[in-house]
């Protein structure tokens, strides 16, 4: 690559890094943590339990559903493990996933969701 190239590469990144970091800021959202952090232990349950439930009811491969089943049991409310669960899903069922968990549990997807750009954090809407 030529000195050029990798200048305007640059300009580029920091262009993007600016422009979201005031989408972010607009709505409230700060992009730096509020993915990773834990929410309450309420919210926390509601969606565990209703990953363990959504993927119980998965008729596709029981075996591989029981290894997110076993995964999910695992995971305790620390870090990005919130997140972690809802991101074991695929578009479709992260629809069901919506429908099943508390509107308390649903907020707090939106908004990490919303917090990285992910485009299809409407689905968690509340």
Known sequence: MTMPTIFIGILVLIAVH???SGHSK???ITTTN??????????FIDLKDSAIKLWSEMSTNYSFNYHY???VQSLANISGNFMRMVQMFGLDSRRELA???KEDTKREIFIRLEAIGDVYSYIFKP
């Open 26 to 28: 607009k709505r409230g």
């Open 99 to 101: 429908q099943m968990v």
């Open 34 to 43: 509020h993915y990773f952090e834990s929410p309450s232990r309420e919210v």
């Open 18 to 20: 600016i422009y979201y």
């Open 69 to 71: 089943i076993d995964e």
